[in-house]
T-cell receptor
Framework: GNSVTQMEGPVTLSEEAFLTINCTYTATGYPSLFWYVQYPGEGLQLLLKATKADDKGSNKGFEATYRKETTSFHLEKGSVQVSDSAVYFCALSDPPRTGNQFYFGTGTSLTVIP | EAQVTQNPRYLITVTGKKLTVTCSQNMNHEYMSWYRQDPGLGLRQIYYSMNVEVTDKGDVPEGYKVSRKEKRNFPLILESPSPNQTSLYFC???????????FGEGSWLTVV
């Protein structure tokens, strides 16, 4: 079945450090891939997405590239800020014809210290 | 503004006392769902609904009920809450064939 595996946290970085959060997936067909972010006390918000192989999603300085050959969608940011402290969830969705269900990873907590 | 609104945001209740967490969305989405978030387990889907009067079990439906009498509302019902249902709950909605989910702000539920 479909599943998402992301690196376990928590991750603690100094401000301006480089961030990578690994995400790999298992899916049949051609899913869409997402990163959602959950700031303290809030619900999940879409951070970025990619709907086909080799697409790069980007937002707020974060990037992730849909790699079908390695079934990965790693999240990167070149220089993190304190305001990036949050929990990050990798997710995939089935194509509409197969039900369009979403599958989430377990989340990776990021803390950025000044 | 596009919103998914859930209430209450915080609740402490006792074992066995029925409670309902309401969820409402203003985007005319067909699909709505409930998740619970627990440390180390991420988000797990409880129930989902693809339209009015159409509901189905997710991964962890035991101890929960839902109803979908109107398109905008999707309440989560705990008929007899138990301590293992202490969790953070999220309601979410999207278009049926859409690939972006919109989440509510979450409801912290503690059962003692």
């Amino acid at each position: 079945g479909n599943s998402v595996t992301q690196m376990e946290g928590p991750v603690t970085l100094s401000e301006e450090a480089f961030l990578t959060i690994n995400c790999t997936y298992t899916a049949t067909g051609y899913p869409s891939l997402f990163w959602y972010v959950q700031y303290p006390g809030e619900g999940l918000q879409l951070l970025l997405k990619a709907t086909k192989a080799d697409d790069k999603g980007s937002n707020k300085g974060f990037e992730a590239t849909y790699r079908k050959e390695t079934t990965s969608f790693h999240l990167e940011k070149g220089s993190v800020q304190v305001s990036d402290s949050a929990v990050y969830f990798c997710a995939l969705s089935d194509p509409p014809r197969t039900g369009n269900q979403f599958y989430f990873g377990t989340g990776t907590s990021l803390t950025v210290i000044p | 503004e596009a919103q998914v609104t859930q209430n209450p945001r915080y609740l402490i209740t006792v074992t066995g006392k029925k409670l309902t967490v309401t969820c409402s969305q203003n985007m005319n989405h067909e699909y709505m769902s409930w998740y619970r978030q627990d440390p180390g387990l991420g988000l797990r889907q409880i129930y989902y609904s693809m339209n009015v009067e159409v509901t189905d079990k997710g991964d962890v439906p035991e101890g929960y009920k839902v109803s979908r009498k109107e398109k905008r509302n999707f309440p989560l019902i705990l008929e007899s809450p138990s301590p293992n249902q202490t969790s953070l709950y999220f309601c979410a909605s999207r278009e049926l064939a859409g690939n972006t989910i919109y989440f509510g702000e979450g409801s912290w539920l503690t059962v003692v």
